[in-house]
């Protein structure tokens, strides 16, 4: 089995890379300083970067960082690739330098999506310091947070990321937008080897941006609030109100970011035993709060 230790990073491309400085920077609370081959590297814990924005044509997702441990755990994920004929590539030095690792290996499951797992971190290890003051985000061993892709081959999409990638089940939506009468849209969760309640979530629709949303999460509630007064001063599109969810109990708030996939920003998110983890289908996405339908649709020039 291929064994990924968490969600390391994830990959935007922007056709205004100012802008993601200043959203990075006075919105989220993060530094952003450039980096290898004109890319800026936003930095919310001693890593390098958590989030990597290249300049391009377009706003959207481009790749989901997937770490392994070492240069034997890089070895026996290959090998699974190739037990499973899955076709993948080895990135080029150039590639690895600007990632900042060792190795990697790119691969794109049955909807199309990115995924480069990697190993063995380049990091100075300088201490994170929020220009926001925000006082620390949860990464370290969860990973920085999880992200939610968009897998229209849902069936096949969800055989490769828990027999080829290794994610185990955590739980299961069955979303019905159409009332309980109507069509259902699959969304499902999954964790790997840490104790978030899920790194990955895969959701049964096609997103125009490439991902649905990636989380991040902070220490305290009063470090929410404030990053909900610093959306609105900026002018930020908020995309669902203040909420707690059932599955992994965050209390969050959703915003669009640049590329436009949402941001999810939270706090108190599940720490899960899996040996004693019960999986189930979940019926409400939210205990409580978690208005969607305030979003509303990107900007057309940013949509490309």
Excluded at 96 to 124: L, T, Y
Excluded at 192 to 215: D, I, K, T
Aim: aromatic letters at 10%; hydrophobic letters at 40%; charged letters at 20%.
């Amino acid at each position: 089995m291929m064994e990924i230790r968490g969600l390391a990073y994830v990959v935007a491309e922007s056709t205004d890379v100012q802008r993601w400085s200043d959203y990075a920077r006075d919105v989220l609370g993060m530094m952003a300083t450039p980096g290898e081959g004109g890319a800026l590297q936003i930095k919310m814990d001693e890593r390098q970067f958590r989030f990597q924005v290249l300049p391009g044509e377009s706003d959207r997702y481009l790749a989901s960082g997937w770490e392994v441990a070492n240069r034997d755990a890089f070895a026996q994920a290959l090998k699974v690739l190739d037990q499973a004929k899955q076709a993948y590539e080895l990135a080029d030095e150039a590639l690895c330098r600007q990632r900042g690792v060792q190795q990697m290996a790119v691969v794109r499951d049955p909807s199309g999506n990115r995924h480069e797992i990697v190993w063995g971190f380049k990091s100075d290890f300088k201490h994170f310091a929020s220009p926001q003051g925000v006082s620390k985000f949860i990464t370290g061993d969860y990973g920085m947070g999880h992200t939610v892709l968009p897998a229209p081959d849902f069936e096949a999409t969800v055989v490769f990321a828990r027999d080829v990638l290794g994610f185990g089940l955590a739980d299961i939506y069955n979303f019905r937008p159409g009332g309980d009468a109507g069509p259902v849209v699959r969304i499902h969760f999954f964790h790997c080897a840490n104790g978030r309640h899920h790194s990955l979530a895969l959701a049964e629709f096609p997103v125009p941006s490439g991902c649905v949303h990636v989380m991040v999460e902070v220490e305290n509630m009063p470090e929410v609030g404030r990053a909900m007064d610093r959306m609105k001063a900026q002018r930020v599109v908020q995309t669902a109100t203040l909420g707690q969810h059932t599955n992994d109990k965050m209390i969050s708030f959703y915003m669009r970011s640049p590329s436009n996939f949402d941001v999810e920003y939270g706090y108190g998110g599940a720490i899960v035993d899996w040996d004693k983890h019960i999986t189930h289908e979940f019926t409400q996405v939210s205990l409580w709060g978690h208005d969607f339908s305030i979003a509303r649709p990107a900007e057309p020039a940013q949509a490309a």
